[in-house]
């Protein structure tokens, strides 16, 4: 039988596959089709047939990082009201803000936000975020790939059924995924049970689950912010359950103040976890019980949230914050490893979004590849080390600054730890300008 045909082999010294063991491949290629699916990902010596072009790494090979809750055009209000809690930081500085957006403005912010993912490794993001097609246009431009959600939400000027017919025309015109390797997906992005009736709750539940499309939601983030609904449901899980959310495909981002009652309830329905370390530190809102929810086989991802909440779109902060915390609260310097923690950000992000086509270098996967330079401090002991120490190193020591090339089904997207696509400069100009508006400057 003939071989596969191979248009991009890209070979180094290691690639790490984001297998459920985290193996560590030596001397590995991947294989990339036409279409910019992955035909093979194993040691080079076994790869079959010849390839049309081979691209060869020095370093670590790897799948693009998956970003399961951001709201990346926030880069707008980078620095706003970070000294402020949660509830105080929406109400006073950000949702006042946000009213004076005009779509250029998000676009200018998404423009920018991809690029700063880009750069980091990360090739995924699910995004919430008001003028969503403008969103969409962005993530094409830069070549990156989103799960895309127009915030559903009830507030004054803002009619929840509105925005909820909105979504539903757009996934019945375009489909849940298009774009040049399945660039975008389409989802519906329901605030959160605070600031939507059950009625919109339930819903949201009814047509989603027509489309079977993801419904991204914030939930349990901070202690406060649903007591209503933790008096009149038992818990944020317990309601969402009720109204028929958790029998579809969900994302619950923060999923801070979960009862064992709730974790069980999200492990029976396959829920998944957006856990955000960084932005609830932040934001004081607390410590999700990683470990617990792991232990309850409950799939979780990593989420940077919104710049202005974090402030940076570095999923590689998030890696190390997940597994510090996780061991910090419960004082076990094993709860969380490095493979863990890696794999959180890589097929786990996967998982949580209900995606089988992402987060790992595996046949039949869209070719989302980071490349790690290694000629650095943080692997001054090389590379030719056993794999706890490598992946120690990676996660620990050297984190994104060593991100230096990545390609997004198969098309190379950073080069030289730059955009290929787009101009960053003038990318950071515009948002200067956009941001000095809102400012009021």
């Not at 081979?54 to 090979?61: C, E, F, N, S, V």
């Not at 909440?309 to 490095?338: H, K, P, Y």
């Not at 863990?340 to 039949?364: F, K, N, S, Y």
């Not at 997004?408 to 200067?432: F, L, P, Y």
Request: overall charge negative; hydrophobic content about 45%; some cysteine.
């Amino acid at each position: 039988m003939a071989s596969p045909r191979v248009a991009h082999r890209l070979t180094a010294p290691v690639v790490l596959p984001a297998d459920p063991a985290c193996s560590v491949v030596r001397d590995g290629a991947i294989d990339v089709d036409d279409s910019g699916r992955i035909t093979y990902c194993g040691t080079a010596a076994d790869a079959p047939g010849e390839a049309e072009r081979t691209t060869a790494k020095d370093g670590i090979l790897l799948p693009g990082l998956v970003n399961t809750h951001a709201h990346s055009p926030m880069v707008l209000l980078r620095g706003m009201g970070g000294d402020l809690p949660l509830l105080r930081w929406l109400r006073e500085v950000i949702w006042p803000t946000e009213a004076k957006l005009r779509p250029s403005d998000v676009r200018a912010g998404m423009v920018l936000g991809s690029i700063e993912m880009l750069r980091r490794g990360v090739t995924t993001s699910a995004e919430m975020y008001f003028h969503a097609e403008q969103m969409a246009e962005a993530v094409l431009t830069t070549g990156a790939r989103a799960v895309i959600g127009g915030p559903i939400i009830d507030l004054p000027g803002l009619d929840w059924r509105a925005l909820l017919a909105d979504t539903s025309k757009w996934i019945d015109a375009d489909g849940l995924r298009w774009g040049q390797g399945d660039r975008i997906e389409l989802s519906y992005a329901g605030h959160s049970a605070y600031m939507l009736p059950p009625e919109a709750l339930g819903a949201i539940a009814d047509e989603a689950r027509q489309r079977d499309a993801l419904v991204q939601i914030h939930v349990a983030e901070a202690a406060d912010e649903d007591a209503e609904q933790r008096a009149n449901h038992g818990s944020v899980p317990r309601l969402l359950d009720e109204v028929g959310l958790l029998r579809g495909r969900l994302i619950a981002a923060h999923s801070v103040h979960l009862s064992d009652e709730d974790i069980a309830l999200f492990a029976a329905r396959g829920t998944g976890v957006a856990h955000c370390p960084g932005s609830n530190a932040k934001l004081a809102s607390g410590i999700a019980r990683l470990p617990e929810l792991q232990a309850a086989d409950v799939r979780v991802g990593l989420g940077t949230d919104g710049p202005a909440s974090n402030d940076d779109l570095d999923l590689w902060e998030e890696i190390q914050l997940s597994a510090m915390l996780a061991r910090l609260s419960t004082q076990d310097a094993t709860a969380v490893t490095a493979a863990d923690a890696l794999l959180l950000a890589t097929r786990g992000g996967a998982d949580a979004l209900g995606r089988d086509d992402i987060g790992a270098l595996e046949e039949g996967r869209w070719a989302d590849v980071v490349h790690v330079d290694t000629d650095d401090p943080a692997f001054a002991a090389g590379i030719d080390v056993p794999d706890e120490q490598l992946l120690g190193n990676l996660v620990w020591a050297a984190g994104s600054r060593r991100v230096t090339d990545v390609w997004v089904a198969g098309e190379q997207v950073v080069s030289g730890g730059e955009s290929s696509r787009v101009d960053r400069g003038e990318a950071q100009a515009n948002v200067a300008v956009a941001s000095d508006r809102l400012r009021g400057a």
